[in-house]
Every structure is written in structure tokens, then in C-alpha cells.
């Protein structure tokens, strides 16, 4: 009988590559979620799932899912530092161009659970979409086959917990942000270039200004504007 592994994702890419996934691992009874109302412990019993997969998922876990099942869940930081909400962001906002996808057990408390695999991603370019592209890529082909290849103890966090704060539509504000290099500015921008995220923007008079696309060539930003009216 196959072993049955429940990934719960929504994200576009995810699913792309939960297929691509479930093509290369035939032997493995891969089942795809993607709605917090098909993540009941009456639907996954059905299943009983050797692991339950969480990548880039947005609600809250009951306690009787991973307290019965084996639930391992993504964050893009080197935990400790870090939980919390809008990783990626926090870490490029603060110039961390490095940082480690950390394969962890759910628990009750957000992002505090024991350590199961990390993988080093670096984040210094492109936009958001482009790095979730890249993350799923690394979560889908490398960590979730040796996870459920290798019986791996996972280990206790160790060192200074840091919590980021989740990042708010007007967060995508040029004019709230204070460092203004051509750097900063990159970085703002891509950082939130995403269909998932408010693009960055700036306000005058009754219009709307929105900016995407960006790219950094010697010492000017290349990209595209869109104007908005500001209803």
C-alpha cells in the first residue's frame, strides 16, 4: 500500500509543482488541499497521511491536526529570528539578502517548533513572485523528498527569538518609507511585486501611481508605472 502525503497549499506555483511532484513520485499516494475547509481532521482520517505539508499556508492549524498527524510547515528565515509574518519582506527591507527555508513542526505557538531540514535561498534579486517561484521550487524537489525519504529528529530553535510584524496595504507607501537610495528604492519595489500583495505606490492629488517591474542597470531604476484614480 502506498504511503499517502497531503500537501495544503494555495498558491499558483505550489500547485504547478505539487503535479510536476506527483508525477516523478508514483509510489507515494500524493494528495493536493487547497481550501482551509478541506483541512478538517474528519477529511484527513480518511487519508491517515504519513505527512502533512504546508507550503506558504495562510491559517491557522487546529491542534487535533498536528497533534495526530505529522504536519510540517515552511518559513523563510533562519528560525528563531524572524517568526512571524511577511518574512521576505522583513528580511529585505532590512538588506538580508540570505536567509534559510526552515522545514519545522506545527505547533501551537507560530513558527516555534523544533527544526526538521533547512535550505539556503538567496533573495538579493528579483521580485517577489520570482523568489516564492524559486522557494517552491527548492521545497517541492529537494526538501519534501528527503523529508519523507529520511526520518529526521528535528531540533530545538536555538538563539534570540525575533518576531516580524505582518506588513499592511499602506506599508506599500514610497512616501512612509525613509531610505530613498536607488537601492532602497529597488528593493521596496520588488519586494512586494506580486499579484498577492498591494504594489508599491505613491499618492499626489487624486490619483493612485503604482510601480512593478523594476529593474536596477548602473544608477537609475528601469520599470513600469501605472496610474490610478484614488477613489
Known amino acids: 500500500?502506498?504511503?499517502?502525503?497531503?500537501?495544503?497549499?494555495?498558491?499558483?506555483?505550489?500547485?504547478?509543482?505539487?503535479?510536476?511532484?506527483?508525477?516523478?513520485?508514483?509510489?507515494?499516494?500524493?494528495?493536493?488541499?487547497?481550501?482551509?475547509?478541506?483541512?478538517?481532521?474528519?477529511?484527513?482520517?480518511?487519508?491517515?497521511?504519513?505527512?502533512?505539508?504546508?507550503?506558504?499556508?495562510?491559517?491557522?492549524?487546529?491542534?487535533?491536526?498536528?497533534?495526530?498527524?505529522?504536519?510540517?510547515?515552511?518559513?523563510?528565515?533562519?528560525?528563531?529570528?524572524?517568526?512571524?509574518?511577511?518574512p521576505l519582506q522583513n528580511l529585505i527591507i532590512r538588506k538580508i539578502y540570505t536567509?534559510?527555508?526552515?522545514?519545522?513542526?506545527?505547533?501551537?505557538?507560530?513558527?516555534?517548533?523544533?527544526?526538521?531540514?533547512?535550505?539556503?535561498?538567496?533573495?538579493?534579486k528579483g521580485d517577489i513572485e520570482s523568489i516564492f517561484r524559486k522557494i517552491s521550487k527548492i521545497i517541492f524537489f529537494n526538501m519534501i523528498p528527503k523529508l519523507i525519504k529520511n526520518d529526521y529528529i528535528p531540533s530545538r530553535q536555538i538563539g534570540e527569538v525575533t518576531t516580524f510584524k505582518r506588513r499592511t496595504p499602506e506599508d506599500s507607501n514610497l512616501l512612509n518609507y525613509k531610505c530613498m537610495s536607488i537601492n532602497c528604492l529597488y528593493d521596496f519595489i520588488r519586494m512586494v511585486d506580486s499579484k498577492e500583495y498591494p504594489k508599491a505606490f505613491i499618492k499626489i492629488h487624486n490619483f493612485k501611481i503604482e510601480f512593478s517591474k523594476v529593474d536596477l542597470k548602473k544608477n537609475k531604476l528601469i520599470g513600469r508605472f501605472e496610474v490610478l484614480i484614488d477613489e
Request: charged letters at 20%; aromatic letters at 16%; hydrophobic letters at 35%.
Open 1 to 86: 500500500m502506498k504511503n499517502t502525503i497531503i500537501i495544503a497549499t494555495i498558491k499558483t506555483w505550489n500547485i504547478e509543482n505539487f503535479y510536476k511532484l506527483q508525477r516523478i513520485y508514483k509510489k507515494y499516494n500524493l494528495i493536493l488541499f487547497t481550501s482551509p475547509e478541506e483541512l478538517t481532521i474528519q477529511n484527513i482520517s480518511k487519508y491517515n497521511p504519513s505527512y502533512i505539508f504546508f507550503p506558504h499556508w495562510s491559517w491557522k492549524i487546529n491542534e487535533d491536526i498536528f497533534l495526530n498527524y505529522k504536519c510540517i510547515i515552511f518559513h523563510e528565515t533562519d528560525l528563531p529570528f524572524g517568526r512571524g509574518g511577511s
Open 99 to 124: 536567509t534559510k527555508i526552515s522545514a519545522i513542526q506545527c505547533t501551537k505557538e507560530i513558527d516555534e517548533g523544533d527544526i526538521y531540514i533547512q535550505e539556503t535561498i538567496d533573495i538579493s
